[in-house]
């Protein structure tokens, strides 16, 4: 009974890991003993015993763990593949969309399937209704749309991926153990340890770093189609000339037109919030970190500086209805009482609101960044100023800031791109009506809150309306990409003006 | 001694410590006016610091306490009546390390007239960073440079841009640091020389690590060791009979 319960844990993909990673261990210190007791006999060995321990593990453990991962993804794709096959012709005609609504239906299927429970199907159940009884009663509820001729396939899936699984575990376990001999074998004197395991470190950094790369091309990428194909709906001066923003979701009225993507007032009202933002940070920011840099105790700067990161720790939704509900109505009655009580130029939903609690966002990006750029200036610099007999003040606006300079205009443009996509306070605090304006106290919206009222609620996936989101978004990626290639060109220019 | 020589600034029983370490114990010492006070010592003894009493600097340093008194023309400095940034104006320093500001030579050397206001026009300003360039020996180096960057200048082009940054507001005491301990031999002769001509009209005070400089420059040599000072007279005197064992140990290399 345990016996047999173990082969079923040893036959899981969990289980297969946990034991490849025994051997692993397992071989790791055979290897490493055995070098050991090479080295006690008194020959000395290429590399130190723990090399040799590594190289073991790594072999065991990487090629069939690789394989293990590939192989899996593999016979998903195969057996789903097969499955495509199986649907009647009949039930799906000839059209893709149909196929796929089919096939997601079958593959929702085979996913609510319990586990280990393939063995309980047998091939004379073939009707739906049947599947469902059976299911029924062990707790899984099932659609009642599905089709008889579905059940086969799914049970074909089930039993096929099963059987590529179990295929795939003894393979796995097979390399595992090839590893183990070969490594273990190969613990000889005269055998290179070292530089195999530190080339396999390399190889596993360098893995690591072409992955986030590639992640970043498969963003953009993704974007970009999504932006294409919204730019065959929609002509590009319907974009980026018009200043009307009415995308017409009244699809169903088959209306020629197919709508105003206007992009100006997004990008206008995104700035400008963006500089309202800078407009408070920035001071403050900059103040906060000349103080903390120059002036503060350092029992004061310990206590000041983790206060500001924890600002920058608290999440922008809070900041976003800390805006909604607070600050958006205390201006408006604010600018009410000014007025005599009977008319508020504020609106509780403005780019004066937005803007000002994004500043109180931003500031500990602000203050953080740049007081690590003006604690960078080289001590020597100060003395130099004080030693004639600049004041304080003096040498940091006349010295230390100018010294500082590209590093805090670089250090601003970071937080200027994140000003500008910042999303969930100018969601709550902005307004979502699109108004092309300069006046603060008016709701403006942005690129970001368009995106996101584009992507939420009841939508097709396929039309200008959805994709229009991916182009606005792209926009935003190109304009955050400027600025920080702009802030880093700034940066590596001005750099070396003091070692 | 003659009977002309006056005294310029006078230390009575400094003692300075950066919280609990002591690092001077009691110094009396007399800096002579146009003459060169060379300060000599191993490490650590306490010269710079000393130096750094002068002109207040040890104030920005995070808890050094200083007690004693330091008079300048008869008047202690550390007196809560004394404002610092006139006092750093009339005793000037140069460091170790040239420090030129990341400013053009020009900017570099008007810095110092700027703040204080010493010159009422562009003109007046002009004079004056030449006739500092000049005083350096800098001018004829660099006045077809005078908007280039300061740091890229040679080393000891860009020491000499420091002191020439220090003369600009006309001090009468100048603090030297080290000031060639970071420069080759050939930009140390020039330093020296200048140094020598300097004495004419400056008061100064070197802290050096090299025995040859101190005997080529000054005038009179104290010795510090571990805190206090063991010796203070002619540098004839101190390099030729001096009086302590500690001198003599050190001078001629048996410690240090």
Redesign the interface.
């Given at each position: 009974m345990l016996l047999l319960f173990f082969m079923k844990v040893c036959m899981s993909v969990s289980g297969i890991i946990i034991i490849v990673l025994v051997l692993g261990f397992a071989g790791f210190f055979l290897s490493y003993a055995r070098a050991c007791a090479i080295v006690m006999q008194g020959t000395k060995m290429h590399s130190r015993p723990h090399y040799y321990g590594l190289w073991t593990f790594l072999l065991i453990i990487v090629p069939s763990l690789f394989f293990l991962f590939f192989w899996n993804i593999g016979s998903n794709i195969y057996t789903e593949r097969r499955a495509l096959t199986h649907i009647p012709y009949a039930a799906a005609g000839d059209i893709i969309h149909q196929h796929n609504l089919i096939l997601s239906t079958i593959r929702n299927l085979v996913n609510r399937l319990p586990k280990h429970s393939s063995n309980m199907l047998n091939h004379q159940l073939n009707s739906y209704a049947s599947l469902r009884d059976i299911l029924g009663q062990k707790g899984v509820v099932l659609d009642v749309q599905g089709k008889n001729y579905m059940v086969p396939i799914v049970i074909e899936w089930v039993s096929g991926l099963k059987k590529l699984r179990q295929t795939g575990v003894i393979i796995t376990f097979v390399l595992a153990i090839i590893g183990f001999l070969v490594g273990f074998s190969e613990t000889k004197v005269k055998k290179r340890a070292r530089n195999r395991v530190e080339r396999v470190i390399l190889l596993g950094l360098l893995v690591s770093s072409t992955l986030a790369i590639l992640t970043t091309i498969a963003i953009v990428s993704s974007m970009l189609l999504q932006t294409i194909s919204f730019f065959r709906a929609v002509p590009l001066s319907n974009f980026f000339l018009s200043t009307a923003w009415n995308p017409r979701f009244s699809v169903m009225t088959f209306d020629e037109s197919i709508g105003e993507f206007g992009l100006i007032p997004l990008l206008v009202g995104t700035l400008y919030i963006a500089f309202v933002a800078m407009l408070f940070a920035v001071p403050i920011g900059l103040f906060s970190a000349v103080y903390t840099a120059e002036y503060a105790?350092?029992r004061a700067r310990d206590v000041i500086k983790p206060m500001l990161e924890i600002l920058a720790g608290i999440p922008t939704i809070v900041y976003g209805f800390f805006a909604l509900i607070v600050v958006g109505p205390f201006l408006r009655d604010l600018s009410a009482a000014i007025m005599g009580g009977n008319h508020a130029f504020i609106m509780a939903q403005s780019v004066l609101t937005a803007g000002l609690v994004m500043g109180i966002m931003l500031t500990p990006f602000v203050s953080s960044l740049s007081d690590d750029i003006i604690t960078a200036v080289?001590r020597?610099?100060?003395?130099?100023?004080?030693?004639?007999?600049?004041?304080q003040s003096?040498t940091i606006k006349?010295?230390v800031l100018?010294?500082a300079l590209p590093g805090i205009v670089a250090a601003l443009l970071l937080t200027a791109s994140r000003a500008i996509g910042e999303t969930m306070i100018v969601v709550l605090a902005a307004g979502v009506t699109v108004n092309l304006t300069l006046n603060p106290f008016e709701a403006m919206t942005t690129i970001t809150v368009k995106i996101v009222n584009q992507l939420t609620g009841d939508l097709e996936f396929n039309s200008p309306q959805t994709l229009v989101a991916f182009a606005l978004g792209m926009t935003l990626f190109v304009l955050t990409l400027l600025m920080n290639v702009f802030a880093l060109y700034i940066v590596r220019k001005y750099q070396e003006?003091?070692? | 001694m003659s009977s002309e020589l006056k005294i310029k600034m006078c230390g009575l029983d400094v003692k300075v410590s950066y919280g609990k370490k002591r690092a001077l114990h009691g110094i009396t010492l007399n800096i002579l006016e146009n003459k060169v006070t060379a300060l000599i010592g191993p490490s650590g003894c306490g010269k710079s610091t000393f130096l750094r009493c002068l002109?207040r600097?040890n104030d920005?340093i995070?808890g050094a306490l200083v007690t004693g008194k330091i008079l300048l023309d008869e008047e202690d400095i550390y007196d809560s009546s004394v404002d610092?940034?006139?006092?750093?104006?009339r005793v000037?320093?140069v460091?170790q390390?040239p420090?030129?500001?990341?400013?053009s030579v020009y900017e570099n050397v008007a810095?110092?007239p700027r703040?204080?206001g010493l010159a009422k026009s562009r003109v007046a300003l002009n004079e004056i960073v030449e006739q500092s360039l000049v005083k350096a020996g800098l001018f004829s180096e660099v006045k077809d440079r005078l908007h280039d960057?300061g740091?890229s200048l040679s080393g000891g082009q860009q020491q000499r841009l420091?002191i020439a940054?220090?003369i600009a507001?006309s001090p009468e005491v100048i603090l030297m640091d080290e000031p060639c301990s970071a420069l080759d031999p050939i930009a140390t002769a020039k330093i020296e020389e200048l140094i020598d001509d300097l004495r004419r009209n400056y008061t100064i005070a070197i802290v050096t690590h090299s025995m040859q400089q101190a005997a080529r420059v000054s005038q009179f040599t104290a010795m510090f060791h571990l805190g206090n000072l063991v010796e203070v007279g002619t540098t004839d005197t101190i390099f030729t009979s001096p009086q302590e064992r500690r001198t003599q140990d050190y001078i001629t290399g048996r410690f240090g």
């Open positions: 105790t350092p080289p020597s610099l100060r003395d130099g100023s004080l030693g004639l007999g600049a004041t003096e006349r010295v100018p010294a003006r003091y070692e | 002109n600097m920005t995070e610092v940034v006139e006092l750093r104006a000037g320093m460091f390390k420090n030129p500001f990341p400013k810095y110092g703040i204080h960057v740091t420091c940054r220090a507001v």
